[in-house]
């Protein structure tokens, strides 16, 4: 499964890390305040489905999606589009993203960021808010409960917002537990790769309304995004449907259904 080879290999990287945390802990700590992720959501949410457009480069199973991608003119075109939120690959060796992609693309737009990244331990959250990101991504699959609770309180202590991403049932009690405020639903199977949109539309209802729910992947078009929609969905997570558009600003607009 590739999850699994992808969160091997941050753990590796992880466990050779020899910067102490409290340090870290303190940096992050002294920043300012974040743009405010899941504000922008719940306030987007009140008048039409929220995107949150994602810039990356590549993927494990695609490929390239955007042969010399400029993330700051990409941005750029996604809040034209009416993007509420970016999510930007920070993973530099499976998706060719990287840190300064994202530093980039907070800095030429208002957009709130979040990391989406394959956070494995401590450091990452930290590096996360101290890289600029606005928000952090869990992934519930990759993460023990132990870790997603301590990374989770971690986040919340310095200042970021957290995105739990969840595949079934299981995995969404698992993030309420730990008091996610930003639950995602990614619609792939995580070892055939094959998206099953009712489970999506299944597990919303099983999320508090004072939750934020989000849809992750396999959003193509306005029909999927209505369907989300009717479900009860405040936003779609969408990556490689508007990065590989001719016309981003009008992919991302018409995601937006109310």
């Known amino acids: 499964m590739y999850l699994d080879k992808i969160v091997q290999s941050h753990r590796e990287v992880a466990s050779r890390d020899q910067r102490n945390l409290d340090d ?19 306030q ?18 695609k490929g390239v999606l955007r042969a ?18 970016l999510s930007v690959l920070t993973d530099e060796h499976f998706f060719g993203g990287s840190v300064e ?19 494995v331990s401590e450091f990452d959250v930290l590096d996360a808010r ?15 409960d132990d870790e997603l609770s301590r990374f989770h309180d971690l986040a919340v202590q310095i200042g ?27 619609q792939r199977d995580l070892i055939t790769f094959e998206v099953d949109h009712a489970r999506a539309e299944r597990m919303a209802s099983l ?12 959003v193509r078009n306005a029909d999927d995004a209505r369907r989300l929609r009717d479900a009860g969905y405040d936003a779609v997570l969408v990556g490689e449907s508007i990065v590989t558009s001719i016309d981003p600003v009008a992919a991302v607009r018409d995601l937006k259904v109310s």
């Open 130 to 144: 101290l890289m600029g990101a606005d928000c952090v991504l869990l992934i519930a699959a990759a993460l023990t």
């Open 160 to 186: 970021l917002e957290v995105l739990v991403e969840t595949h079934d049932e299981h995995e969404l009690e698992r993030a309420l537990n730990v008091g996610a405020t930003i639950v995602g639903v990614n």
């Open 68 to 85: 010399n991608l400029d993330a700051a003119h990409i941005a750029s075109l996604y809040e034209q589009g009416g993007a509420s939120c």
């Open 207 to 218: 999320i508090p309304p004072t939750v934020v729910r989000v849809a992750e992947s396999g």
């Open 44 to 61: 987007g949410s009140r008048e039409s489905l929220c995107v949150i457009a994602e810039i990356k480069r590549k993927s494990p199973s």
């Open 24 to 42: 870290l802990a303190g940096q992050a700590s002294a920043l300012s305040s974040t743009r405010g992720f899941r504000a922008r959501l719940v």
């Open 101 to 119: 992609d994202l530093q980039i693309a907070r800095a030429s737009t208002s957009l709130p960021v979040i990391r989406k990244d394959f956070t």
